[in-house]
């Protein structure tokens, strides 16, 4: 199993420019999530999916857009780009078992910057 | 909305003493889970809690989480340089679905 890969690895970004992050996961996870860190701040959620076809926001979403088409694949979109956006962002996903909480498989990141 | 504040932010150990790093949620927790990032890294689970006054040991590693389920604690005993990195505290509000981080302790080890 790959578990969780996201591209690109690093991307340089100018201020009004769209892009997606990609995320996928090939362990069938139902729950997969997007956290931004920035130093000091710990790992915000994004976005989040209990499952295919279902999203919600997490603290931080404005300015982020996410689908959730398939199991596997989980991407962000930015919609134009902002230097507030620079961060490192990590997906994660896990198994959802009902009442019972999982760990959280995390994906290597992506770190944006956003001139 | 939830928060949970962990302390301290940074902790600087000789290598060889015990450290304790402090995890606590503005609200009731159904659980916490604890992890590691190691400094350019991803973070990676290290253990869940769901008890109240629960207590798990790993190795050098003892979590406990709190009998009213908002607080939790790591403590690393002999401290090693393989103990570098940020150890983050996480947890989910009762029936809830979002994943709430702490600020996370950045453990920096002095040989």
């Known amino acids: 199993n790959a578990g969780v890969t996201q591209t690109p690895k690093f991307q340089v970004l100018k201020t009004g420019q769209s892009m997606t992050l990609q995320c996928a996961q090939d362990?069938?996870?139902?729950?997969m999530s997007w956290y931004r860190q920035d130093p000091g701040m710990g790992l915000r959620l994004i976005h989040y999916?209990?499952?295919?076809?279902?999203?919600d926001q997490g603290e931080v979403p404005n300015g982020y857009n996410v689908s959730r088409s398939t199991t596997e694949d989980f991407p962000l979109r930015l919609l134009s780009a902002a230097p507030s956006q620079t961060s490192v962002y990590f997906c994660?996903?896990?198994?959802?078992?009902?009442?019972?909480?999982?760990?959280?498989?995390f994906g290597p990141g992506t770190r944006l910057t956003v001139l | 909305g939830q928060q949970v504040m962990q302390i301290p932010q940074y902790q600087h150990v000789q290598e060889g003493e015990d450290f304790t790093t402090y995890c606590n949620s503005s609200?009731?927790?159904?659980?916490i889970q604890w992890y590691k990032q190691r400094p350019g890294g991803h973070p990676v689970f290290l253990i869940q809690?769901?008890?109240?006054?629960e207590v798990k040991k790993q190795k050098r590693l003892t979590f406990q989480f709190g009998e009213a389920k908002k607080n939790s604690s790591l403590h690393i005993t002999a401290t090693q340089t393989t103990d570098v990195g940020t150890y983050f505290c996480?947890?989910?509000?009762?029936?809830?679905?979002?994943?709430?981080f702490g600020g996370g302790t950045r453990v920096l080890v002095k040989p």
């Open positions: 994660a996903s896990s198994r959802n078992s009902g009442t019972a909480y999982n760990e959280q498989f």
């Open positions: 362990m069938n996870h139902e729950y």
């Open positions: 999916s209990v499952g295919a076809g279902i999203t």
């Open positions: 609200t009731t927790l159904s659980n």
């Open positions: 809690l769901v008890k109240s006054g």
């Open positions: 996480a947890g989910h509000r009762v029936a809830g679905n979002k994943l709430t």
